[in-house]
């Protein structure tokens, strides 16, 4: 894969007060490997140097569109295969047994973030990308012929899973090689995908089970596959060199930097509860009484205004800065996830569906932006698949634990107060870690 000439080089490591210099910390120095040449002398890379912009930053910003759509959007729709296996395909495994399902699958889109990020640092995307894509279709026509539990959890959880793990932590990761100045509006379209998968899927999925059966509807989901990846495969190349300074695969001096560490235990708590009312906010609805035709179409609500959210608070993110962003909205999902279990008509259900959804869209857009400000970009795919590997680990273990507090007398209660506690817990570590990074309280971070 050919690289624009224009780029030569990577900026200097960062820390939290500013470009290190040659004083570097001994721990490092024997961790690193550099190759002796004049091309390793390292110069700063200007904001000038980002395209922030033009044919090529944007098809990068189209081509991850695709990917989200495929991977996140997709498993967004979960709370539809959760109702449809609970009452057609697997009516004699529990809520909690199912959940594990989608869990596996959302933690393994995340978990091997860490690998897969450092090997994008080294210069190998296109062929984890590939194998992914892969992965995916061939997952998404086995499922087909699933009949049985651990069929399932096999196909749509590890196969899948897996699959969207090897293309969603490299493309987040090629994404910021094009922008940097407008990275907030770049993200917000581009996590856009996740909003639009979250609409098509569900609806598309309540349509043709009736009308097609299953196995038709999954051959029909395969094709769409095939067609949004081979997309995202002509869209997404890297623009900046392979990372000349080499590391063990699993380096983790990122973690001293007091910032970074903080935002990736308060991105660790904060996955067991943010994803909760994705998941179950069809299944509450079905149990208060409302027809599943309806509660589909509450996760396709969701994501219509995650896709709204994900836009317009990108936005406000580039003028503000992502953390003093991320901070009061997350605040108020922690609020609105308590509130939930609370909702038991048409009515109020519509409208905390489309309120978590916007401002959600905050998460999902700006989520991973601080970390771009918290190192030196040689190693930001390290960072990224840090951050990615713990909200998989979050994510595995929160909805289950949901679907076990499903099963107390509190039902619903239990879930919501458990899912938005933690999220509180999450929003006060995101604060430490924001003024960790920029102590000034009116400053843009």
């Known amino acids: 894969m050919e690289l624009p000439s224009d780029v030569a080089s990577l900026p200097p490591p960062y820390s939290?007060?500013?470009?290190?210099?040659?004083?570097?910390?001994?721990?490092?120095?024997?961790?690193?490997?550099?190759?002796?040449?004049?091309?390793?002398?390292?110069?700063?890379?200007?904001?000038?140097?980002?395209?922030?912009?033009?044919?090529?930053?944007?098809?990068?910003?189209?081509?991850?569109?695709?990917?989200?759509?495929?991977?996140?959007?997709?498993?967004?729709?979960?709370?539809?295969?959760?109702?449809?296996?609970?009452?057609?395909?697997?009516?004699?495994?529990?809520?909690?047994?199912?959940?594990?399902?989608?869990?596996?699958?959302?933690?393994?889109?995340?978990?091997?973030?860490?690998?897969?990020?450092?090997?994008?640092?080294?210069?190998?995307?296109?062929?984890?990308?590939?194998?992914?894509?892969?992965?995916?279709?061939?997952?998404?026509?086995?499922?087909?012929?699933?009949?049985?539990?651990?069929?399932?959890?096999?196909?749509?959880?590890?196969?899948?899973?897996?699959?969207?793990?090897?293309?969603?932590?490299?493309?987040?990761?090629?994404?910021?090689?094009?922008?940097?100045?407008?990275?907030?509006?770049?993200?917000?379209?581009?996590?856009?995908?996740?909003?639009v998968g979250g609409i098509f899927f569900p609806i598309a999925l309540r349509e043709l089970f009736p009308r097609v059966g299953f196995t038709w509807t999954l051959r029909i989901m395969g094709f769409i596959m095939i067609f949004t990846l081979g997309m995202a495969n002509l869209c997404l190349v890297r623009r900046l060199p392979a990372n000349k300074v080499y590391r063990k695969m699993f380096a983790l001096h990122v973690l001293r930097r007091p910032a970074f560490s903080v935002f990736s235990l308060s991105c660790f708590i904060v996955s067991f509860g943010v994803f909760t009312v994705g998941g179950y906010i069809a299944s509450s609805a079905v149990s208060y009484g409302i027809s599943s035709n309806f509660a589909f179409y509450l996760v396709a609500m969701h994501n219509g205004a995650l896709l709204l959210g994900s836009i317009v608070l990108g936005f406000f993110g580039d003028r503000l800065g992502a953390m003093n962003v991320l901070i009061p909205t997350l605040s108020v999902v922690g609020v609105l996830t308590i509130v939930w279990p609370f909702c038991d008509t048409i009515a109020s259900l519509t409208v905390l569906s489309i309120l978590y959804g916007f401002l959600f869209g905050a998460f999902n857009a700006l989520g991973l932006i601080p970390v771009a400000a918290m190192g030196d970009i040689g190693d930001l795919g390290l960072r990224l698949g840090i951050i990615n590997t713990v909200l998989g680990i979050g994510g595995l273990c929160g909805p289950p634990l949901g679907g076990l507090l499903i099963e107390t007398s509190l039902r619903f209660k239990a879930v919501g107060y458990f899912a938005g506690g933690v999220v509180f817990l999450g929003t006060m570590l995101y604060i430490l870690a924001r003024f960790l990074a920029v102590p000034k309280l009116w400053a843009k971070f």
């Open 16 to 195: 939290d007060k500013g470009p290190v210099t040659n004083n570097q910390d001994p721990d490092e120095k024997e961790e690193e490997k550099v190759i002796s040449s004049p091309s390793n002398a390292t110069c700063p890379v200007n904001t000038e140097e980002f395209p922030d912009g033009g044919f090529r930053a944007w098809a990068v910003v189209f081509g991850v569109f695709w990917i989200f759509f495929s991977t996140v959007g997709c498993i967004s729709s979960w709370g539809v295969f959760q109702v449809y296996y609970q009452q057609v395909m697997l009516p004699s495994s529990s809520a909690s047994d199912i959940a594990w399902i989608g869990s596996v699958q959302r933690c393994i889109l995340f978990l091997p973030g860490l690998l897969v990020g450092r090997l994008v640092d080294y210069g190998f995307f296109r062929i984890p990308f590939v194998v992914g894509s892969i992965l995916m279709i061939a997952g998404t026509f086995l499922i087909s012929v699933c009949r049985l539990y651990w069929h399932f959890l096999l196909c749509q959880g590890f196969m899948i899973g897996v699959g969207c793990g090897l293309t969603y932590a490299p493309s987040a990761t090629v994404l910021t090689h094009w922008w940097n100045k407008r990275r907030g509006l770049a993200f917000g379209v581009a996590s856009g995908g996740s909003a």
